[in-house]
């Protein structure tokens, strides 16, 4: 086959991760110390205190005038503040913000942070954004998320999360911890066997979901602030997340790892059962992230699926923060080739990826004049008349994901006589016999080696399809 003028269907996956930087700027703070993990803030000299990052004496301690910072402008809307200091970032200051450590832009003022810390059932060590020394030499360890989940008692849940943040708080000011907790982990259970399966609320999508809700509540809400009707500005008592995003709840089984395993979910079971908890910390618990995991979901990397992304958590749900991906995942999207729904070519900025199979939408292309025909001799080899329904089928090339084994794409009834023969002969169109449906709900063409099949693969014969410009 040969197309005069092709348009290939093309997906331009760009890795939207919003950088959040308003949080590290924006959290109010009663009584904080401006604290990085990573060393000493560097407009901080001995016995100073500052309780937030724009403050004048801490820019006239840097050397800076922090009235040309538009960004520390308290009038303005946090929106316009964060736009603004994003823009006066080079691209590589940028890159450096980007991981769970990040190293601040001190021609700005921007300190150095550390995002990572957890707090699932309480302060934890895990993660490099808090410490126990002397002074602090531990924190409340409440019972496994899997163990309070079993009370099935909202108001408790939501109480752990208020001790918790409390503690956090305390542990902030003491320059012992962060504000940004990536907590809770919110996956339901499928399998008892799965190693993880202790830190979640167990298997049931709307307890699950309940208890993100409340216990986000606890970690997040600001008393007095709890029914603000604007949830730009409200102030946080720390930050939450709930993870993993989504359908992830696979370890190391049988060769299956959860950095590249794919999740085959229907789309009801993916609606009713994956989705529900984390729609419900949004909705209920205004959570202030999301995280992404790291395997696929029906083939797309989940946190390059513009779907799950972008259509679903910030257009249908509307989450008022930031996606955040889960430890090395960017690394795993790299390294690992991304298997796309029916072989797609994808961009990454001046990089690009060209599969083996590219295809074309069927709206793009000119159709009418491109056929199949084909003719079937059918033998009767009784002493009566007789007829056969001969129906024809096809087959998508090999390794495109997600589609039909085989459809049918024409039928015929042929009477035949005692010991005679007769011909059943089909003329096809060539788009609607080999078309398939994309991920995105588009029909495409895809190149390759289809075949056409008679009955149940009686008989059965190739046919190539190619593209040229």
């Not at 008592?237 to 790892?257: F, L, P, Q, R, T």
């Not at 033998?379 to 390794?399: L, R």
């Amino acid at each position: 086959m040969k197309q005069n003028k092709p348009t290939m269907a093309n997906i331009n996956n760009s890795l939207l991760f919003v950088y959040y930087l308003a949080i590290a700027f924006f959290l109010n703070s009663a009584d904080a110390n401006s604290y990085s993990i990573l060393g000493h803030d560097d407009a901080i000299p001995n016995g100073s205190n500052f309780t937030f990052v724009c403050d004048p004496q801490r820019y006239s301690n840097l050397g800076l005038d922090m009235k040309t910072f538009p960004f520390c402008d308290k009038s303005l809307p946090y929106d316009v503040r964060a736009s603004d200091l994003v823009k006066q970032m080079t691209l590589s200051e940028k890159v450096l913000q980007l991981g769970n450590t990040n190293y601040g832009v001190r021609r700005l003022g921007l300190p150095k942070y550390e995002w990572w810390s957890e707090a699932l059932h309480g302060v934890s060590n895990v993660g490099p954004g808090t410490f126990f020394d002397d002074l602090v030499p531990g924190s409340t360890s409440f019972p496994t998320v899997i163990t309070s989940a079993a009370e099935f008692n909202e108001s408790l849940w939501k109480t752990i999360g208020k001790a918790v943040s409390t503690e956090a708080r305390a542990m902030y000011n003491l320059r012992r911890a962060g504000l940004t907790y990536w907590s809770q982990n919110i996956n339901v259970v499928r399998d008892p066997r799965w190693g993880r399966a202790i830190e979640t609320p167990r298997e049931d999508p709307f307890v699950v979901g309940k208890y993100a809700a409340n216990y986000v509540r606890g970690l997040q809400d600001v008393e007095g602030t709890e029914n603000s009707t604007d949830l730009n500005p409200r102030p946080l008592k720390v930050s939450s997340c709930c993870k993993h995003y989504a359908a992830y709840d696979v370890d190391n089984w049988k060769g299956i790892e959860r950095y590249s395993f794919d999740a085959r979910v229907a789309e009801q079971d993916m609606v009713e059962t994956f989705l529900r908890p984390f729609e419900m910390c949004v909705k209920e618990g205004d959570v202030s992230s999301i995280m992404c995991s790291y395997n696929r979901v029906d083939g797309i990397q989940a946190c390059a699926d513009p779907k799950l992304l972008n259509q679903t958590i910030r257009g249908e749900w509307d989450l008022h923060g930031y996606i955040v991906s889960d430890c090395d995942s960017i690394e795993v999207l790299t390294q690992r080739r991304m298997q796309l729904q029916h072989c797609y070519s994808i961009k990454y900025g001046n990089d690009s990826h060209n599969p083996t199979c590219p295809s074309i939408r069927i709206d793009d292309m000119d159709c009418k004049d491109h056929k199949i025909e084909f003719e079937v001799e059918v033998q009767n080899t009784g002493s009566g008349d007789g007829s056969e329904v001969v129906i024809a089928y096809s087959k998508p090339p090999q390794g495109i994901l997600a589609t039909h084994i085989k459809q049918v794409i024409g039928f015929q009834r042929v009477l035949v006589p005692a010991g005679g023969s007769k011909n059943a002969r089909f003329v096809l169109n060539l788009c609607d016999s080999l078309r398939v449906v994309d991920y995105n709900a588009y029909t495409v063409l895809p190149s390759g080696g289809h075949t056409i099949t008679i009955g149940e693969d009686i008989v059965s014969f190739p046919l190539d399809v190619n593209f040229s410009s």
